[in-house]
């Protein structure tokens, strides 16, 4: 699964910020601010994804670089919300 994680979230992105471009443009654990990938207001939209494809809710405190600002951050987010 968690293989399926990184590459749903990072076709998302590429379809949804970086216009349908290179999904071997960014390592699975670049930075998606520092790399200028997603900006704040996307981060909402990939919040929004996550919640949607996953079933998951996102909380305030946990929208947080740690959680969510790389695929590796995702993939471990992502089955820690499930396992819970």
Do not use: W
Not at 25 to 35: C, I, K, Q, Y
Not at 55 to 61: F, K, L, P
């Amino acid at each position: 699964m968690t293989a399926a994680i990184k590459d749903t979230v990072r076709a998302f992105i590429t379809d949804s910020f970086l216009m349908g471009g290179d999904q071997a443009g960014f390592a699975d654990g670049d930075s998606f601010l520092e790399h200028h990938i997603v900006d704040s207001t996307g981060f909402l939209e990939l919040i929004m994804f996550l919640e949607e494809t996953y079933g998951i809710e996102v909380t305030e405190d946990e929208m947080v670089p740690d959680n969510l600002d790389c695929l590796s951050a995702i993939e471990a987010y992502v089955q820690r919300k499930k396992a819970a």
